[in-house]
């Protein structure tokens, strides 16, 4: 008898022993589950946002040789050679930049799944800037981006890309489709006012120095606080058409005292856009944002096809 409940409790022991054994094991294999899986989010997160980066350089308006090329170049090391494929053939079903401007400039992750032991989901937003954002910050739109994210040939690579709808933000954009420009603003230039002015050029040579023989149009943009008793100060364009802006150049006339001319901001296939020398002569409150806008290079010609 003696022997028989010595050699239950042996089992008992024995069984409690390995319940031990089975549970540290347990948790190990949980501890190193859970430590693999952040490392592979980790990689999947930096293939996303390298990806992101790479969005900018291929320009999905360029001839389809060029697209196809440029893609291979840009995104061959992020992405299956199935999707790559697929993209390639199909332009307008990839990622990538649509315009001068807005760009896309990267990637911002929302969210990361697992869904396999190879296999992940990321939930993200393409983010698009124009140079106002590049300098002062900010989101001129978003494009909603969900990812699968496969391990092939012990690579992870995407392998598929869906895309969402474009989102523009709050961005204060001027709009002209009478002449034919964007001009991008900060927030803070919400509730602008434009003001329409005339410029003038007049004739070379003292018998005919006062003579008007170009004239022109010049759209200020002006800041929301502006007032008279405390103006600011406007950002004036000039609008010359071609032959204009050539005359000009060969000084055939001149436009005001200053001894330089305009300086150009863009074109189109019809206008100059320009701004006027010495346009901040006075220093009015306000002239070294403007300044700083002005460097963000703001102003985006459209296309003739854009033009009303």
Request: proline share 6%; net charge negative.
């Given at each position: 008898m003696k022997?028989?409940l010595?050699?239950?409790?042996i089992?008992s022991?024995s069984?409690?022993l390995?319940?031990?054994m089975?549970r540290k094991?347990?948790?190990?294999l949980?501890e ?7 490392i592979?989010k980790k ?5 996303v946002e390298?990806?992101?980066?790479k969005?900018?350089?291929?320009s ?5 040789d060029?697209v196809?090329e440029?893609m291979?170049?840009?995104y061959g ?13 199909n ?5 990538g930049?649509?315009l ?9 992750i929302?969210?990361?799944?697992k869904?396999s ?12 800037i ?5 300098v002062?910050?900010g989101?001129a739109?978003?494009?909603p ?10 690579r ?7 895309l969402?709808?474009?989102q ?8 002209n489709t009478q ?5 991008f ?19 070379l ?6 003579k008007?023989?170009?004239a022109g149009?010049i759209?200020s943009?002006?800041?929301p606080?502006?007032t008279?008793?405390?103006?600011r100060?406007?950002i ?14 060969q000084d055939?006339?001149h ?7 305009p ?8 206008y ?9 002569y ?8 403007v300044?700083?806008i002005?460097?963000s ?9 854009d033009?009303?």
């Amino acid at each position: 008898m003696k022997k028989i409940l010595l050699l239950m409790l042996i089992l008992s022991m024995s069984a409690s022993l390995f319940g031990c054994m089975n549970r540290k094991d347990e948790a190990q294999l949980k501890e190193e589950l859970q430590r693999t899986n952040e490392i592979n989010k980790k990689a999947v997160a930096s293939l996303v946002e390298d990806f992101g980066k790479k969005l900018q350089t291929v320009s999905l308006q360029a001839p389809k040789d060029i697209v196809m090329e440029s893609m291979k170049e840009n995104y061959g090391d992020f992405v299956s050679p199935t999707l790559l494929a697929k993209w390639q053939e199909n332009p307008q079903n990839a990622p990538g930049r649509m315009l001068s401007s807005p760009w896309p400039d990267r990637i911002e992750i929302l969210d990361i799944e697992k869904l396999s032991e190879d296999t992940y989901q990321v939930m993200g937003e393409i983010i698009e800037i124009t140079s106002v954002e590049k300098v002062s910050g900010g989101v001129a739109a978003k494009l909603p981006i969900t990812l699968t994210i496969k391990k092939i040939e012990n690579r992870w690579l995407i392998d598929t890309v869906t895309l969402g709808v474009y989102q523009e933000t709050n961005s204060i954009t001027y709009e002209n489709t009478q002449y034919g420009f964007r001009f991008f603003l900060p927030e803070t230039w919400k509730d602008y006012e434009i003001v329409s002015d005339e410029w003038e050029g007049l004739a070379l040579g003292n018998t005919q120095s006062d003579k008007v023989v170009e004239a022109g149009p010049i759209i200020s943009i002006r800041h929301p606080q502006w007032t008279s008793q405390n103006p600011r100060q406007d950002i004036p364009i000039m609008v010359f058409t071609l032959t204009q802006w050539n005359a000009l150049e060969q000084d055939k006339f001149h436009i005001g005292a200053a001894p330089i001319g305009p300086s150009e901001l863009g074109r189109n296939s019809k206008y100059v856009f320009a701004l006027p020398a010495r346009y901040n002569y006075a220093f009015p409150e306000g002239y070294e944002e403007v300044e700083d806008i002005l460097n963000s290079k703001p102003l985006q010609p459209m296309e003739a096809n854009d033009l009303n």
